[in-house]
């Protein structure tokens, strides 16, 4: 089946420093891999979308400056959380899926929950 | 206003009771995703819809994209079910841009 990983499940980072999440899919080619963070008491906020062979998309509010991502690959990203402040803090989601299926659902992984001190 | 609208946000209800949730949406949506997140994070894909009705168990959801909404429905709620639900639609052309909803916090009683 499909399954997508991500690492680490939870870190705590100071203030001002950086962190790199990644996100692994088994099972099938994650042609698209969205990553989404989920602050507490909120919905998911889209960060950006990421479609091999095509530049990655950031939503409002969200920037490459702020969150690089990287899709090498159909089974890989990662992404930076650069100069981590409170409001950065939350559940980090990565979803992926392969477009051009049947079932083009998306498949998330268990997060990456980040605190920030 | 919002492009998905999700009700309601907290739901209780007894064991053995039925109940269902609801996601509005502003436009025309290409499918559906419904989530249920477990107490650690992980959201577990409960059904995908492009159109029509799939049932799984005792879950069963709809998806209306002309009437724009998607219902969840539970029935014989079990202690299990507890949870937050979380409906994503996919809001651009390729299908692959999901916007959730705010959740609906499910609470079963024994």
């Known amino acids: 089946g499909a399954l997508v990983y991500q690492y680490p499940r939870r870190t705590i980072c100071k203030s001002g420093t950086s962190m790199r999440m990644e996100c692994q899919a088994v099972?099938?080619?994650?042609?698209?891999v969205a990553w989404y963070r989920q602050s507490p008491q909120k919905t998911f906020e889209l960060i950006a979308l990421s479609t091999v062979n095509s530049a990655i998309k950031y939503e409002q509010n969200f920037t490459q400056e702020k969150f690089p991502i990287s899709h090498p690959n159909l089974s890989f990203s990662s992404m930076t959380v650069l100069n981590a402040y409170l409001e950065d803090r939350g559940l980090y989601l990565c979803?992926?899926?392969?477009?051009?299926?049947?079932?083009?659902?998306?498949?998330f992984g268990s997060g990456t929950r980040l605190l920030v001190i | 206003g919002m492009p998905v609208e999700q009700n309601p946000p907290a739901l209780s209800l007894y064991e053995g009771a039925d109940s269902g949730l609801r996601c509005n949406f502003s436009t025309t949506m290409k499918s559906v995703q419904w989530f249920q997140q477990n107490h650690r994070g992980r959201l577990i894909t409960l059904f995908y819809?492009?159109?029509g009705t799939k049932e799984n168990g005792r879950l069963k959801s709809t998806f209306n994209s002309k009437e724009r909404y998607s219902t969840l429905h539970i029935k014989d709620a079990q202690l299990e079910d507890s949870g937050t639900y979380f409906c994503?639609?996919?809001?651009?052309?390729?299908?692959?841009?999901?916007?959730f909803g705010i959740g609906t916090r499910v609470l079963v009683r024994p």
């Open positions: 979803g992926a899926r392969e477009s051009g299926t049947v079932n083009s659902d998306y498949t």
């Open positions: 099972g099938f080619q994650a042609t698209s």
């Open positions: 994503a639609a996919a809001t651009n052309s390729a299908g692959n841009k999901l916007t």
């Open positions: 819809l492009a159109q």
